[in-house]
């Protein structure tokens, strides 16, 4: 629509806008709920208290107006999908494209699980808990009301857009499960993931049949990237079924977990792409954008995508010092890609923050008994490619999931596996963080990180203590956050690097 308006000088025109995917009347009446009043400075006003408290979920101290200004634009972002997507009497279009009305709870859409399910969905598990049940009924009522019977991948209007790869509805279930979420059926959603992973979307049944995808010059197959991001999910479908006594179900998927191995070449050091007959596919050029064995990324980028079993990746590699130089490789040599993509933005080396691919991979160093890397990689990449401009994001926001890296990482932590519920200790960049617990879901009432001594060039941890203990494991946990208290961390100019490397 475009409207034109003939207006004198100094007139105002006033719009109201209400909006359903039912139909116009649905509108009208969604209109009147949400906005009954002309009065222009009312409704902004509510709008700013609204956003206001919504952004205290987290309140940070910094003596620098630029990062409390990136840190809040970023928090900001992460609270705009998914979006609401019921009319205001609870009536909304599901994916059979029928209208369902009295619904139970808040129907929501904007899935962008590819991108969010990384840092963005385990995030609102700890600032907005009041939503995620309804997360969880969404996606498993979208499986209940498609008529292909599976979760979607990347939900837009009700509307499975297949976008990317992946089952990601599966670990953004799994870790609402594992966080004590209860508000809808387990044993659908458990039966809704199984159905998923089961299914033959994107090359499942041949990845069911040979623990790999294969992948064929031309076809833009992914396979690789298929490969490792299945068995990610299958991991949570394992942990799922543990938690519900589905002992054939986790015996199988903890199986497929480790199917990551079947594209791992010893040779190189690489996951590669392998033919159907099962080798690996040649010419090779890790350097190269690659869409037949990678999702916008190269072989570099896709390198250490084993979310699940740290341990193992690390073992393929030949133990933590070659593990360590692998990633020091990874960030050190030069940004020539070859056959370049718009998503290779955010370069450092060949790690690309642009693109969600890499955006755990700093935090593997700590994983490794590196901590201190983390912490540098961290604080670099906050620095040079976040801030409060116009172009102060390296690359499309993805739904929040940008940002999200943002939030978290300059609080100091970062879910790397984002369904078991740890949280790895990077670099903080404010001074002082308070987490805000809403108590009808946590009782801990407010968890506070503290970070002494921090600047742009006292970035390494020296030492931690939470709740007044000490510590020298590079991460804490989701339940230690929710129960309420205090991390207090140290940090200096030169890197302890035997603070972090307790392995318990």
């Known amino acids: 629509m475009h409207l034109d308006f003939k207006t004198s000088t100094g007139q105002k025109i006033l719009l109201r806008v209400g909006l359903s995917a039912v139909s116009a009347e649905e509108a009208k009446k969604n209109l009147q709920a949400e906005i009954p009043s002309w009065d222009f400075d009312a409704v902004r006003t509510a709008a700013r208290n609204t ?30 999908t998914p979006t609401l997507y019921n009319d205001a009497d609870g009536s909304y279009r599901g994916p059979d494209g029928k209208v369902h009305s009295n619904a139970s709870f808040q129907y929501y859409s904007t899935f962008s699980l590819w991108d969010t399910y990384r840092a963005e969905h385990p995030l609102l598990t700890l600032i907005e808990p009041r939503r995620i049940n309804d997360f969880v009924l969404s996606l498993l009522t979208f499986y209940e009301q498609d008529p292909n019977r599976r979760l979607p991948m990347w939900a837009l209007a009700s509307y499975d857009t297949g976008t990317m790869i992946g089952y990601h509805a599966v670990p953004v279930i799994a870790d609402a499960y594992a966080k004590g979420f209860r508000g809808y059926d387990a044993n659908l959603a458990l039966t809704a993931m199984r159905e998923t992973a089961l299914g033959s979307r994107n090359r499942q049944d041949e990845y069911a049949k040979q623990g790999y995808v294969s992948s064929e010059t ?58 159907a007959a099962g080798a690996f596919r040649e010419p090779f050029d890790p350097k190269a ?46 940004s020539d890609i070859h056959r370049y993509l718009v998503d290779f933005s955010g370069l450092m080396g060949l790690y690309a923050h642009g693109n969600e691919p890499c955006h755990h991979v700093p935090y593997l160093y700590a994983l490794a008994g590196a901590q201190y890397k983390t912490a540098l990689r961290a604080h670099q990449i906050m620095l040079l490619q976040y801030d409060n401009t116009p172009e102060g994001i390296c690359g499309n926001d993805d739904c929040g999931q940008m940002s999200a890296w943002y939030v978290w990482s300059a609080l100091g932590l970062y ?10 200790i990077g670099s903080p960049l404010v001074e002082k963080a308070t987490i805000q617990l809403d108590p009808k879901f946590y009782p801990g009432g407010k968890f506070t990180i503290t970070a002494r001594n921090t ?50």
């Open 455 to 504: 600047s742009n060039q006292n970035i390494y941890v020296q030492s931690a203590k939470l709740n007044g203990e000490s510590i020298n494991r590079p991460w804490i946990t989701h339940a230690e956050i929710v129960k309420g208290g205090t991390l207090e961390l140290e940090m200096g100019i030169l890197p302890n690097k035997n603070w972090g490397t307790a392995r318990e």
């Open 218 to 275: 031309g076809k833009g197959w992914r396979g690789a990237a298929r490969t490792l991001e299945f068995a990610f999910d299958d991991w949570c479908i394992a942990q799922m079924a543990t938690a519900l006594g589905k002992t054939d179900d986790a015996a199988l998927f903890n199986q497929r977990a480790q199917n990551f191995t079947n594209v791992f070449d010893p040779e190189t050091k690489f996951f590669r792409g392998k033919t």
């Open 415 to 424: 879910p790397v596996n984002p369904a078991d519920g740890k949280y790895i």
């Open 289 to 334: 954008f690659s869409p037949d064995d990678y999702a916008e990324a190269n072989t570099w980028q896709y390198t250490f995508a084993v979310l699940h079993d740290v341990p193992g990746m690390i073992k393929l590699y030949g133990g933590n010092e070659a593990f360590i130089r692998k990633l020091d490789e990874l960030f050190n040599q030069d």
């Open 51 to 80: 956003w206001n408290e919504q952004l205290s979920s987290i309140k940070i101290q910094s003596p620098n107006p630029n990062i409390r200004q990136t840190f809040y634009s970023a928090l900001y972002h992460t609270m705009t």
